[in-house]
């Protein structure tokens, strides 16, 4: 179907997205948010992860798939190949580290819509201009890599040390450098703003309950201890009005202590869950 539209002068612009990555469960819910925005599928490809990552995308109901070996070309793509995915007009491969920040995804995007058979953005040459016939394609680390069907397949066939050269002629291919990212004036989102915000975003997404009683506990509980001290001292006689705003006092500290403690019970309660879990080989977390 895809070859048809070739032919016919028709480019199908199906995109899906691979996010490669490990430990980043901090930043794997917007990743897979912000991607679904712009593309067809997204997967997230473990690397594995020793965190909440996994368990965190699956919430979000996008597929992961579990990868162990060396991240190189090659072994990524026969790895997909392997993997049964369905056809689709480009795939977009992103390897997700410390450097890289989801405002670099549109620049990203646009890539993979350029209608490469391969782009390859190779990772740490220290070279702006570099040579194709010094990359060893099979083998070469990469920021970001697209292929169609016609790319994954000259590169599920390559020879161990062929280059860009030893590609078939009638495919499109692109081998840059990514040392040098474009540094487009942009807004950034809420969840690489900083550390904190990406916690609290987490925070949110995954309804923790430090989150959800903790914070509310804490600021009912200081409002009220800092209250009952103004309210004895204010309150010279004893009616229904100083007994009645005494009590509210009174409860909001006690609710406030009450939600920490609820917090931190279900915090415990809920480690202690995927400590069974995960000693039981338990797959489903509901």
Same mark, same amino acid.
């Given at each position: 179907?895809?070859?048809?539209?070739?032919?016919?002068?028709?480019?199908?612009?199906?995109?899906?997205?691979?996010?490669?990555?490990?430990?980043?469960?901090?930043?794997?819910?917007?990743?897979?948010?912000?991607?679904?925005?712009?593309?067809?599928?997204?997967?997230?490809?473990?690397?594995?992860?020793?965190?909440?990552?996994?368990?965190?995308?699956?919430?979000?109901?996008?597929?992961?798939?579990?990868?162990?070996?060396?991240?190189?070309?090659?072994?990524?793509?026969?790895? /997909?190949?392997?993997?049964?995915?369905?056809?689709?007009?480009?795939?977009?491969?992103?390897?997700?580290?410390?450097?890289?920040?989801?405002?670099?995804?549109? /620049?990203?995007?646009?890539?993979?819509?350029?209608?490469?058979?391969?782009?390859?953005?190779?990772?740490?040459?220290?070279?702006?201009?570099?040579?194709?016939?010094?990359?060893?394609?099979?083998?070469?680390?990469?920021?970001?890599?697209?292929?169609?069907?016609?790319?994954?397949?000259?590169?599920?066939?390559?020879?161990?040390?062929?280059?860009?050269?030893?590609?078939?002629?009638?495919?499109?291919?692109?081998?840059?450098?990514?040392?040098?990212?474009?540094?487009?004036?942009?807004?950034?989102?809420?969840?690489?703003?900083?550390?904190?915000?990406?916690?609290?975003?987490?925070?949110?997404?995954?309804?923790?309950?430090?989150?959800?009683?903790?914070?509310?506990?804490?600021?009912?509980?200081?409002?009220?201890?800092?209250?009952?001290?103004?309210?004895?001292?204010?309150?010279?006689?004893?009616?229904?009005?100083?007994?009645?705003?005494?009590?509210?006092?009174?409860?909001?500290?006690?609710?406030?202590?009450?939600?920490?403690?609820?917090?931190?019970?279900?915090?415990?309660?809920?480690?202690?869950?995927?400590?069974?879990?995960?000693?039981?080989?338990?797959?489903?977390?509901?």
């Amino acid at each position: 179907m895809i070859e048809e539209e070739r032919h016919s002068g028709f480019v199908s612009n199906e995109l899906r997205v691979i996010l490669i990555g490990r430990d980043v469960e901090l930043r794997v819910i917007s990743l897979i948010v912000r991607c679904r925005s712009v593309a067809d599928e997204v997967i997230f490809l473990d690397l594995g992860s020793n965190d909440e990552t996994v368990e965190l995308a699956s919430e979000v109901d996008c597929p992961v798939l579990n990868y162990d070996d060396e991240l190189e070309t090659a072994k990524i793509v026969n790895f /997909l190949r392997n993997s049964k995915l369905e056809e689709i007009a480009s795939t977009l491969l992103i390897h997700i580290t410390p450097s890289w920040k989801l405002r670099d995804l549109p /620049l990203t995007v646009n890539r993979a819509r350029d209608n490469w058979d391969l782009h390859i953005a190779v990772k740490g040459t220290g070279k702006e201009n570099i040579n194709t016939e010094e990359i060893v394609l099979s083998s070469v680390e990469f920021n970001h890599l697209v292929f169609t069907p016609k790319g994954m397949e000259a590169l599920s066939n390559l020879s161990p040390l062929a280059n860009a050269m030893d590609l078939p002629e009638n495919l499109r291919v692109r081998v840059v450098s990514s040392n040098s990212p474009v540094g487009l004036p942009q807004r950034e989102s809420l969840a690489t703003a900083s550390r904190f915000a990406q916690l609290f975003y987490w925070m949110i997404e995954s309804k923790h309950p430090l989150f959800l009683f903790g914070i509310p506990g804490i600021v009912l509980f200081v409002l009220g201890y800092k209250l009952s001290g103004n309210v004895v001292d204010t309150f010279d006689e004893l009616n229904s009005t100083s007994i009645g705003v005494t009590l509210s006092v009174i409860a909001m500290t006690m609710i406030g202590l009450f939600a920490m403690m609820v917090a931190l019970i279900l915090y415990i309660m809920g480690k202690q869950a995927e400590q069974i879990q995960s000693q039981y080989d338990w797959k489903n977390k509901d």
